[in-house]
């Protein structure tokens, strides 16, 4: 009876482990490389767990933790799941941690915000820093009589300015003997300069593990490899996707060769573009030689069909368009996406209050009333009925129609102030804070550093139903996604479409680049940062991908096209008047 081969994934990983567990039994730092699809927070719990069990009681006793720092809230609560809170391990994310160490040195925080030379004015304005309380709770710099609060990004600069003072790394090191950095990447740049100049470098300070995929840095600008004199341990396994697609990352990065969890699992991976029209094209700033926009959707929808005859499930495909803007359009909330533009992390991911409140409470509420779901409906709400009387009834009868009015008719903030007014449901105390601080302003211009209030005072004034359809959009409700907002996610089939719109991203100039390698100061971050997010996008799919190109691809580029998806799986599309 032979013996059954063993998931090539699998020892991939199990070897990436055992090079772990080495570095943390001699106490190096070290660098996880983990491609897409490869496991990386099984393998970052994985060390945890690990740590817990050989030193958890020791590290209680002596009052020190296991830092974890993570790039969101939502991979926070994922990790600190897996580990069940244990006392030895701090997860957070870099701001939580950063102001939970910061916050014990009033004197030095003072004494970084008098150094501040672009704030002196507030600083005078509001009576100077004086011996105030410095504290962290409204988002934006502030100065008054009693007290100083701090912006949003103040919080890990302040943090990289005490790394490179000797008494804080001191104090640090001993209070967290381990640092691990979830998606290191993509992590506040200072900050990650300040662990590697004081801690890296000299070899000294706390254990420092990194866990991330530099082909994945997609929300900041500095899209290269950063030096990081540690060891790097690749973790050559991926268990998402079909050999067909594993094979194109394979051939657009062989210096990370990804082993396959199922060898003969059947699955597609092509290339189709639109070469064959000789019509015309697009010729503006952002956007060259693409399909004119009414004619590049009727493509890709044309593709759709053609590939669900094919057998593709479309329940089961996501469509990857580049940016917000173009999808927002489509989708029906291009007011939010404007609002958001730069951040979209910050709808996507639900870590604005506004819109988590909507997406998580009030929009399931209002579906399930108007399914006449009530059992849902109080659910969502939190709570069961205080109902004595038949006029309670009434009560809730009447603010909820008004609500399910004010959703199709209103502004956010009339659906904001009804719902002050109601209780039904009652607004988060982050949210009622930020109206608060609005309404405190008077109608005076709302400080420039304050950029999540001017968020909100924006958001206010948009039509309520772009939360509708931005909602549908955020909790997969629709086939649609932008190629950023799916980093870590992962479908059953993908459709990439690389189109113009944008000049942060020449798609045809990065195929020919992946060939020609012809690199400058001119081009090279702009390569990069397009094959950073090319990456992402193609490695998301578990069975089958496609990708439409509806800008012209110069000959090299196609070379390029061919040699990843091979020639057989490359098609030039008749595009249809």
Same mark, same amino acid.
Request: hydrophobic share 40%; charged share 25%.
């Given at each position: 009876m032979t013996e059954p081969i063993e998931n090539p994934a699998l020892v991939a990983a199990r070897e990436a482990q055992r090079k772990i567990n080495e570095a943390l039994d001699a106490g190096r730092s070290f660098r996880l490389e983990a491609g897409a699809g490869a496991g990386k927070t099984y393998s970052l719990v994985a060390a945890l767990k690990r740590l817990i069990a050989e030193r958890g009681p020791a590290l209680v006793q002596a009052g020190q933790k296991v830092a974890c720092i993570t790039y969101t809230e939502v991979a926070r609560n994922e990790i600190a799941q897996e580990i069940e809170d244990h006392p030895a391990i701090l997860v957070d994310t870099i701001h939580g941690f950063s102001w939970a160490f910061l916050r014990q040195f009033q004197k030095a925080l003072r004494d970084l915000v008098a150094e501040m030379d672009d704030r002196k004015e507030k600083v005078e304005e509001g009576g100077g820093v004086g011996t105030k309380p410095v504290d962290y709770d409204?988002?934006?710099?502030?100065?008054?009589?009693?007290?100083?609060?701090?912006?949003?990004?103040?919080?890990?600069?302040?943090?990289?300015?005490?790394?490179?003072?000797?008494?804080?790394?001191?104090?640090?090191?001993?209070?967290?003997?381990?640092?691990?950095?979830?998606?290191?990447?993509?992590?506040?740049?200072?900050?990650?300069e300040a662990v590697t100049d004081n801690f890296l470098r000299p070899a000294t300070g706390p254990l420092v593990g990194l866990f991330g995929d530099h082909w994945q840095t997609i929300y900041r600008s500095e899209y290269e490899l950063a030096e990081y004199p540690i060891e790097e341990i690749a973790k050559g396994s991926n268990f998402r996707s079909v050999p067909a697609v594993v094979d194109v990352l394979n051939k657009l990065r062989p210096e990370l060769h990804q082993a396959v969890h199922d060898p003969d699992a059947k699955g597609e991976a092509r290339f189709f573009h639109t070469n064959a029209y000789k019509g015309e094209r697009t010729n503006d700033t952002h956007s060259k030689e693409d399909l004119l926009p009414d004619l590049a959707r009727s493509t890709r929808e044309a593709l759709m069909l053609r590939l669900k005859a094919e057998g593709w499930d479309m329940s089961k495909t996501k469509v990857l368009m580049l940016t917000h803007n173009v999808l927002a359009a489509e989708q029906g909330y291009p007011t939010i996406a404007e609002v958001f533009k730069g951040r979209t992390d910050l709808?996507?991911?639900?870590?604005?209050?506004?819109?988590?409140?909507?997406?998580?409470?009030?929009?399931?509420?209002?579906?399930?009333?108007?399914?006449?779901?009530?059992?849902?409906?109080?659910?969502?709400?939190?709570?069961?009925?205080?109902?004595?009387?038949?006029?309670d009834k009434a009560d809730w009868r009447r603010d909820l129609d008004a609500l399910q009015k004010l959703r199709t008719e209103g502004t956010i903030g009339q659906v904001i102030d009804h719902l002050k007014a109601t209780k039904r449901p009652s607004p988060p105390d982050r949210l009622l804070r930020r109206d608060e601080e609005?309404?405190?302003?008077?109608?005076?211009?709302?400080?420039?550093? #304050?950029? #999540?209030?001017?968020?909100?005072?924006?958001?206010?004034?948009?039509?309520?139903?772009?939360?509708?359809?931005?909602?549908?959009?955020?909790?997969?409700?629709?086939?649609?996604?932008?190629?950023?907002?799916?980093?870590?996610?992962?479908?059953?089939?993908?459709?990439?479409?690389?189109?113009?719109?944008?000049?942060?991203?020449?798609?045809?100039?990065?195929?020919?680049?992946?060939?020609?390698?012809?690199?400058?100061?001119?081009?090279?971050?702009?390569?990069?940062?397009?094959?950073?997010?090319?990456?992402?996008?193609?490695?998301?799919?578990?069975?089958?991908?496609?990708?439409?190109?509806?800008?012209?691809?110069?000959?090299?580029?196609?070379?390029?096209?061919?040699?990843?998806?091979?020639?057989?799986?490359?098609?030039?599309?008749a595009v249809a008047t």
């Open positions: 409204l988002g934006f710099f502030g100065v008054d009589t009693d007290r100083i609060t701090l912006s949003h990004d103040d919080i890990p600069e302040m943090m990289a300015k005490l790394l490179c003072k000797e008494k804080f790394r001191r104090i640090l090191s001993q209070q967290f003997p381990v640092i691990f950095v979830d998606e290191y990447q993509d992590t506040h740049r200072q900050f990650m709808f996507t991911k639900k870590e604005d209050p506004a819109i988590k409140f909507f997406a998580e409470v009030v929009e399931p509420m209002c579906a399930a009333y108007g399914a006449s779901r009530y059992g849902d409906m109080f659910r969502a709400f939190g709570s069961g009925p205080a109902m004595t009387k038949h006029e609005l309404r405190a302003l008077n109608d005076n211009p709302i400080p420039e550093d #304050a950029s #999540a209030l001017q968020r909100y005072s924006k958001l206010r004034n948009i039509p309520y139903r772009e939360v509708i359809e931005v909602v549908k959009f955020i909790e997969k409700q629709t086939s649609f996604a932008t190629q950023h907002s799916v980093k870590g996610a992962e479908f059953e089939n993908v459709l990439v479409v690389l189109g113009g719109g944008w000049n942060h991203y020449n798609w045809p100039q990065l195929l020919e680049l992946v060939k020609t390698k012809a690199l400058n100061s001119k081009n090279t971050k702009g390569f990069y940062r397009a094959r950073n997010l090319f990456y992402v996008s193609i490695s998301r799919p578990m069975t089958r991908l496609a990708v439409l190109a509806t800008q012209t691809m110069p000959d090299t580029a196609l070379a390029t096209v061919k040699h990843l998806f091979g020639e057989d799986n490359v098609e030039e599309l």
